[in-house]
């Protein structure tokens, strides 16, 4: 069970970290005494800045990244002085193993990870630095941070929780009247008369699934508009966010979409059910690792929180 939160521990280290600066050989921090340069942190988060460029935010995102990556790279370093002292390294034979299983994973070989790697501006040298310091960290909370026992009765309670907040999912109808697209004034206004209509039949009596049937242009008019049980996710999100708004017997007012398919869609919602949880036996061992995996992640933030407070840290970003 520790090894599977270790290695998700390696898959959140491996999210980029970044700086950047106008002087490359500017330092950003100093670690106890280790001088961290923006440079080498540039190069680690090359994706992510022109990203950031080219972004509406602009010098907002970059601002937020070199936030981010000074933590995360000072959090390294720290990780990396205390397994130094503590005698844990990592070998040059174990970074490439890594490094080709990275190679590997992606589906390429050497030459074509280098080649890949050189595109996004990054070196070989500084994916082995990052692969170190991951390894360090992980080795280092093997050694620092036990696993905790996840009790039957939290594992119980977890699920009692979840099944409390389980998704639902709703059985709806929906009657749609086409806009065509580049359509002109007139035809915006004629069929937002017919959807106006439709909405008034409905309201007077009608039933809404005989409305549909008389003037949906929808796949399912056919079928009195019956879109089936669905949930969130599985939906244009107007008709989702309206449908899951409403409870039973209730009809939405008209919805405008617009774009590919456009037009006026109304929506009644017959039934909401909550989804069947899967049973406690099935799922219990997933709830114990969650639990586990968090637990772990808080006593790394508290471990990292104190080595903080003995170390000498100067941001100079």
């Known amino acids: 069970m520790f090894r599977g939160v270790m290695r998700l521990l390696l898959l959140l280290a491996l999210l980029p970290v970044a700086a950047g600066a106008e002087i490359k050989d500017r330092i950003a921090a100093v670690v106890n005494g280790h001088p961290i340069t923006l440079s080498e942190i540039e190069e680690r988060v090359a994706p992510e800045l022109a990203r950031a460029a080219a972004g509406p935010a602009g010098d907002a995102q ?38 080709e299983q990275l190679a590997r994973e992606n589906r390429m070989d050497m030459a074509q990870f280098r080649q890949a790697l050189a595109q996004q501006g990054m070196s070989m040298e500084t994916v082995r630095d990052s692969l170190k310091r991951q390894q360090l960290t992980i080795r280092l909370l093997q050694y620092k941070v036990k696993p905790r026992r996840v009790s039957d009765e939290e594992v119980q309670a977890a699920y009692a929780n979840m099944t409390r907040n389980a998704e639902h999912e709703v059985r709806a ?12 004034a007139a035809q915006q206004s004629a069929a937002r008369a017919k959807a106006d209509a439709a909405l008034r039949r409905i309201r007077e009596g009608e039933s809404f699934a005989k409305v549909a049937r008389d003037v949906s242009d929808g796949p399912t008019a056919r079928e009195g508009g019956d879109l089936g049980y669905f949930r969130r996710g599985q939906m244009l999100p107007q008709l989702e966010q309206a449908a899951f708004a409403l409870q039973p017997g209730e009809i939405s ?12 869609h109304l929506v009644a919602v017959e039934d909401r059910r909550q989804i069947a949880a899967r049973p406690l036996a099935e799922v219990q061992e997933e709830i114990r690792n969650r639990l586990a995996g968090e637990s772990v992640m808080k006593e790394r933030e508290h471990y990292l929180a104190q080595l903080r407070k003995t170390a000498q840290v100067d941001e100079k970003l």
Request: hydrophobic share 45%; no cysteine.
């Open 62 to 99: 970059r601002r937020e990244i070199l936030k981010h990556a000074l933590d995360q790279l000072i959090d390294e370093q720290l990780v990396a002085s205390e397994a130094s002292a503590l005698g844990i390294d990592v070998s040059d034979d174990e970074l490439q193993h890594l490094i």
């Open 173 to 184: 109808r929906d009657i749609f009247i086409a806009v065509p697209d580049g359509a002109t």
């Open 253 to 264: 007012g008209l919805i405008r979409v617009t774009g590919d398919h456009g037009g006026f």
